[in-house]
């Protein structure tokens, strides 16, 4: 496992080396569905935002998120569009949906919004990781170039989500909660088929 996997990113387990090949062989699967993984981002931010709009530094933090991953759906369709590609339909996402189901129902509303928030950050922190991949990997060079802007513009989000999770529970709380889905998310991973068609 590299440093930026381990320690920058906090993952406990590499994706599968094999993904990037894979990926570049089936790049049209992939850009339609790194698209609705920027439109999901934009949605969830804008969740969080309709169901706790008493949580003053949550709606700050995340309005211009909305905007931003809004701005990177905008630039996968152009991606597509260059390459006389359409956008498909929306695949079933195995990791997301996997991942959902660790938080913790019941308890606190605030408890409930650290999951919450948690689990957005590991989404990011590894759609990171990919995007890594793809800038490394990838024959394209404009797609190298795009990937490498979205893994610098990415890379800060996960730990945005951290950081808004401090702001309702305590430090020590979300360290250890943290921990503990760092674990659950290694899990996911290593039990998910590496797939031609999907960012995660």
Request: hydrophobic content about 40%.
């Amino acid at each position: 496992m590299d440093d930026y996997t381990k320690h920058v990113l906090g993952l406990q387990l590499p994706t599968d080396p094999r993904w990037a090949d894979i990926a570049e062989k089936n790049l049209e699967d992939i850009l339609v569905d790194h698209a609705y993984c920027e439109q999901k981002a934009a949605s969830s931010c804008i969740s969080l935002i309709v169901r706790y709009p008493d949580k003053e530094k949550l709606v700050e933090v995340l309005t211009p998120v909305v905007a931003e991953e809004w701005g990177h759906f905008e630039r996968v369709i152009e991606q597509l569009r260059k390459r006389g590609l359409k956008l498909g339909p929306q695949r079933k996402d195995e990791y997301v949906i996997a991942l959902s189901k660790t938080a913790r129902s019941g308890g606190s509303r605030e408890r409930q919004l650290m999951d919450q928030l948690l689990i957005c950050a590991l989404i990011e922190a590894r759609s990171c990781e990919r995007f890594k991949m793809l800038w490394k990997n990838i024959a394209d060079p404009e797609l190298q170039k795009f990937y490498y802007e979205l893994m610098v513009s990415e890379a800060g989000h996960y730990k945005n989500f951290i950081r808004l999770a401090k702001e309702y529970r305590a430090a020590e709380e979300v360290d250890a909660r943290w921990q503990e889905l760092l674990l659950l998310e290694a899990d996911i991973i290593r039990n998910l088929d590496v797939r031609p068609d999907r960012m995660h």
